[in-house]
């Protein structure tokens, strides 16, 4: 097996790279870093708004685009990105090499718009590291086994950077964004939101997949299969920024370590479906056929005849499920279905938090003094969610981060 020690993966996002002056001050920064770290693998994004640009300029010719010419159209955004910073390091005396999803052989399932990275085979940028050039990657894209050119979903760059720190035994993969870290919540939300140092994968994962967009949970996934440090710093000044890695040994040790907000989300609900449990499992088993992920699952029991069915789903999904249900639902006279844009998911996050009762109640004080009602709320060891109307969002959000990251609330719940 071919390897190479104390490889570095950076990352850098769209608003990294939003201009060219940024694509030049990104390009001297990595040289500042090559002087100690020879061994550097950049991923790139696509600049600024250019995927958004490629989506509306197809969506002006058709609303339903062929996933396959979707793809093969994206993938010219992150290309771009490479070929720039590429020359912008040549430019100030820096090897550096580009390489598309042809050449950096990342090869993925067949599912189009999100597809699943299988393997990565490193030889080519092996080869170029020990050439002493500086590989420059094109994230968000893949190859399947066809050749055809495939895109990796939201934050699909973060995989890519995670993914290749894994194939490379990279010592480190570092995530350049518009913010300097993780917070306790959203800065944008709350003024005193703090930046979380430290924080483990299982955590981090969680936030992740609760709203907080600062990384992708399938970047955080990888990482925490195969141990790969993160640091999540600002590419716009320095400081030390938030690391995710294995969680500390702190015996019973407890932290609300974040809370987060999702405006992101539909919320179906299903009445009247026939009392058959078969009947829930094959709804939801079609929809996890699309490779969408369910939230938020609850079953009431109607009567001695019916069940209701609410869950919540990604908004970048609605289309498709609403045509799931509404297809499978034909079967079913007496069902009705319905949806919602109006809910928002709050959640706090914290390893061992079920084990706690004083947090739920806390939780549920809180929400309550405000005059707030809760539309369903689920619990785990990680986190308690709630979905409540958009509107009251960033209300519940303050005060919930006032209880929670207060003096005495975390004298209360840490020591325990």
């Known amino acids: 097996m071919i390897s190479i020690k104390d490889i570095i993966v950076k990352k850098f996002g769209a608003t990294s790279l939003m201009s060219i002056n940024r694509i030049k001050t990104i390009a001297n920064q990595i040289k500042k870093s090559s002087i100690s770290n020879k061994k550097l693998v950049i991923v790139v994004s696509a600049m600024g708004s250019e995927t958004n640009n490629l989506i509306d300029l197809v969506n002006s010719i058709s609303k339903q685009p062929a996933p396959r010419e979707l793809d093969m159209l994206l993938s010219t955004g992150e290309q771009k990105s490479i070929a720039l910073l590429t020359v912008a390091l ?46 420059v990657i094109a994230g968000f894209q893949g190859l399947t086994s066809t050749g055809d050119i495939t895109t990796l979903g939201r934050g699909g760059s ?40 430290k924080i483990s994968y299982e955590e981090m994962l969680e936030l992740s997949k609760l709203g907080a967009q600062v990384l992708h949970p399938r970047a955080v996934e990888i990482a925490s299969k195969f141990s790969i440090p993160l640091v999540v710093k600002s590419s716009f000044e320095d400081g030390k920024g938030t690391i995710i890695r294995e969680k500390e040994k702190n015996m019973e040790k407890f932290n609300v370590k974040g809370i987060t907000v999702d405006h992101n989300i539909i919320y179906f ?38 069940n209701d069915l609410s869950f919540t ?22 069902s009705l279905l319905q949806y919602s844009s109006l809910f928002s998911k709050i959640s706090i ?68």
């Open 313 to 334: 789903v990604s908004k970048d999904h609605f289309n498709q499920v609403k045509k799931i249900c509404a297809t499978f639902l034909n079967q079913y006279a007496s």
């Open 90 to 135: 040549n430019s100030i005396g820096l090897k550096a090499k580009s390489f598309n999803s042809h050449q950096s052989r990342i090869l993925t399932n067949n599912l189009h718009n999100n597809a699943r990275i299988l393997e990565i085979n490193t030889k080519e940028i092996i080869n170029a590291l020990n050439e002493n050039y500086v590989c």
């Open 269 to 306: 609900s299903i009445e009247k479906l026939p009392k058959d449990p078969n009947i829930c499992y094959q709804l939801i088993n079609e929809i996890n056929k699309k490779d969408i992920s369910i939230d938020m699952v609850i079953q009431n029991l109607k009567n001695s005849e019916f």
């Open 349 to 416: 996050v914290g390893i061992g938090i079920n084990n706690h009762p004083e947090v739920l109640a806390d939780f549920f004080q809180c929400i309550a003094s405000l005059g707030l009602n809760i539309e369903c709320l689920t619990t785990s060891q990680m986190k308690i969610s709630c979905l409540m109307n958009k509107d009251f969002s960033e209300k519940a959000i303050t005060a919930l981060h006032d209880l929670f990251f207060s003096t005495h609330l975390n004298s209360k719940n840490t020591a325990i």
């Open 158 to 197: 973060d995989t890519t950077a995670v993914a290749l720190s894994a194939a490379l035994d990279a010592k480190i993969c570092e995530i350049y964004t518009d913010v300097d870290g993780v917070y306790t919540t959203d800065p944008n939300i709350h003024s005193d939101a703090k930046i979380i140092e």
